[in-house]
């Protein structure tokens, strides 16, 4: 069982990716705080917490290929969002950045017509569809929202109990 040496190197990048969405959630978690909305903190680590997962699967796949993970450089996130609506929109357009580069690898494993990867990378695009109904979800109720700010504090109160 091996994988390309190209093949190594996308996924090693992707893993990356997956880092770097969970620096992205960390940040916005950080602006949730300092805001008091330990709520949507709270949601936003949660989801972090879940990216490492993401990552962590690569690395997982790539050394049962006899391949290694590389540390990439992060950059640096935003810090702040105008308005907690206008985070989870990031958050939404970031995910769907993630889908395409999760299509793209699969669209690579059919070139190369390796189709261990791309079994493998069939659970991720089943999770990306998932990753983007969840941010999807909370535009909706921030939108339902409005200005209101006791909606915001229920919203936030809900958003406290997201474990995974
Ligand atoms: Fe949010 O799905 Fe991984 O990056």
């Not at 990048?13 to 949730?32: T, V």
């Not at 879940?50 to 993970?69: F, S, W």
């Not at 989870?88 to 769907?96: G, T």
Request: net charge negative; with cysteine; proline share 2%.
């Amino acid at each position: 069982m091996a994988i390309s040496k190209s093949m190594a190197e996308a996924l090693n990048k992707q893993f990356n990716e997956e880092l770097g969405s969970a620096y992205l959630y960390e940040s916005m978690a950080a602006d949730f705080y300092s805001k008091n909305l330990p709520g949507l903190a709270n949601w936003m680590t949660a989801q972090a917490t879940e990216e490492r997962t993401h990552a962590q699967k690569i690395h997982h796949y790539l050394d049962e290929n006899d391949e290694r993970v590389f540390y990439a450089a992060l950059s640096e996130p935003q810090a702040a969002w105008e308005t907690p609506l206008e985070a989870f929109m990031a958050a939404l357009a970031h995910e769907k950045y993630i889908t395409k580069c999760i299509h793209d690898l699969v669209r690579k494993s059919r070139k190369e017509d390796d189709i261990a990867t791309e079994i493998f990378l069939s659970w991720y695009v089943t999770e990306q569809i998932e990753e983007e109904t969840s941010a999807q979800s909370m535009i909706d109720k921030l939108k339902m929202v409005g200005g209101y700010e006791m909606g915001l504090y229920q919203l936030d109160k809900e958003a406290s109990r997201r474990r995974e």
